[in-house]
């Protein structure tokens, strides 16, 4: 199949499910032997995870979207300061300031840009729909998640292509916009979803949330779990001298690090925990930096600083190093997840994880047995679900093994693509 893939480009500043999960999708298909071109949208692929190489230039540059979505009268800014706005150098310097803007102020833009040609970016939709007439024709345009859909009814108008679109947290991002754009824009999202022939959720859960939260029928949903590019090497060690408690995720409150740096302190405090370690990374923007140092004041008044580890590098070939050094790996991420990849990175090397029970991490422990989950209502349910693991050795290295070998059989990416290329032969009314 020829496939067009719109993703959002990444600025590489912090761990991004959804771009890892796209740039594996991508590596994957075209070693499967399919045709497939990647669009970077607002930036272009900056970090380790776009080494799949984008073939198309970069469109809504995110500099040159945000100043003509707060100027007006830069709609119409001539040719060479579009080109000079959406040049590399520009675009990282904005890749450094990654989600340094609050969703919430962001409402505008994202209604614009789900209005397509009706809001404020036509020339730019106008420049994307040019350059998409002059391509062989795609049996299939991929749409990385539902808030870029602005672009589905104007793709409709110039190629005669199935679109799908993934969905993986887009109900955060909305739901934290100020009103009344938060209303208007999950009535614009599903407006557009009609331009669309099958989504693809990573978690029946979401797939639940958002068939009501966008009015789908039931029909047009599947579910696909996301999987990850595993090797052949051996298990993680799962040396608990000292033991050591990890967290992969973009440094910031509201991925859970507080949660579980308050558990780790809680551990820290037990006379047989008292060599315990925690190791984090995944990366942060300037808006985390003030809660990374609340966090590192707090550990120094509890004189366990020295027991913390930040790691900045976080890309794709670290990520294994950083997993094999641990012992658990938990992110609590408050209310959960459309999905957890990162949970599978470390279940693939063998860590065992403690979630909490809800969002879609039920879905991923029982299907892998690797891990064990919490209630997190409960007071002091992480604490105690991490201490009856680090405390029982053996049992984590059985849930370790467990789960590496669902990972290997079940969530490995020979079977996503299995599944996602059944997904478009629905959506062309053909045989997978």
């Known amino acids: 199949m020829r496939i067009l893939h719109l993703v959002p480009g990444s600025g590489g500043t912090f761990y991004c499910q959804n771009c890892v999960r796209d740039r594996a999708l991508v590596r994957a298909l075209r070693s499967a032997g399919h045709d497939v071109i990647m669009v970077p949208l607002y930036l272009p692929m900056f970090g380790e995870e776009g080494s799949v190489g984008a073939k198309a230039p970069i469109f809504f540059g995110g500099v040159n979207m945000y100043l ?25 310097q904005a890749a450094a300031r990654e989600q340094s803007t609050n969703a919430a102020d962001l409402g505008p833009m994202t209604l614009s840009m789900l209005r397509g ?7 730019e939709f106008d420049r994307f729909l040019a350059w998409l007439a002059e391509q062989d024709k795609p049996d299939i345009i991929h749409v990385s998640n539902a808030l870029l859909l602005g672009f589905a009814p104007e793709i409709a108008k110039v190629v005669d292509a199935r679109i799908v679109c993934s969905l993986q947290d887009e109900e955060p991002w909305v739901d934290a916009m100020h009103p009344p754009y938060d209303r208007q824009v999950w009535e614009t999202i599903s407006e557009n979803a009609k331009c669309v022939s099958r989504f693809i959720s990573t978690s ?31 298990a993680a060690p799962l040396d608990f001298n000292p033991p050591v408690i990890g967290f ?5 409150r509201g991925q859970g690090l ?7 302190i809680a551990l820290k405090r037990m006379p047989q925990f008292q060599n315990l370690r925690l190791r984090a990374t995944g990366g942060c923007t300037p808006a985390d930096q003030r809660f990374r140092g609340e966090i590192q004041a707090k550990l120094r008044s509890e004189g366990m600083d020295g027991a913390v580890e930040f790691i900045e590098d976080f890309q794709l070939a670290q990520r294994g190093e950083f997993l094999r050094s641990l012992s658990v790996l938990s992110v ?7 999905f957890g990849l990162q949970l599978l990175e470390a279940m693939a090397q063998g860590v065992p994880v403690v979630q909490p029970a809800e969002g879609s991490y039920p879905e991923i422990v029982h299907a892998t047995g690797g891990g064990v989950l919490y209630d997190p209502k409960t007071p002091g349910g992480l604490t105690q679900a991490l201490q009856s693991l680090l405390e029982h050795p053996d049992e984590a290295r059985r849930l370790g093994h467990q789960g590496r070998a669902a990972i290997l059989e079940k969530f490995n990416m020979d079977r996503v693509v299995r599944d996602m290329t059944a997904v478009y032969a629905a959506a062309l009314d053909k045989q997978p």
Do not use: C
Not at 117 to 123: A, D, H, L, P, S
Not at 213 to 232: F, I, K, N, W
């Open 68 to 92: 003509r979505e707060k100027v007006p009268f830069l709609r119409n800014m001539p040719l060479w300061l579009d080109r000079l706005l959406d040049s590399h150098w520009v675009l990282r």
């Open 117 to 123: 040609r009706r809001g404020n970016q036509q020339k």
């Open 204 to 234: 029946a859960w979401y797939a639940e949330r958002m068939i009501v939260r966008m009015g789908l029928a039931p029909d047009r949903v599947s579910v696909v779990y996301p999987g990850v590019e595993t090797d052949t090497a051996d």
């Open 248 to 252: 992969l995720e973009r440094l910031s």
């Open 258 to 264: 507080g949660l579980l740096m308050d558990a780790f």
């Open 332 to 338: 609590p991420v408050p209310g959960g997840e459309a």
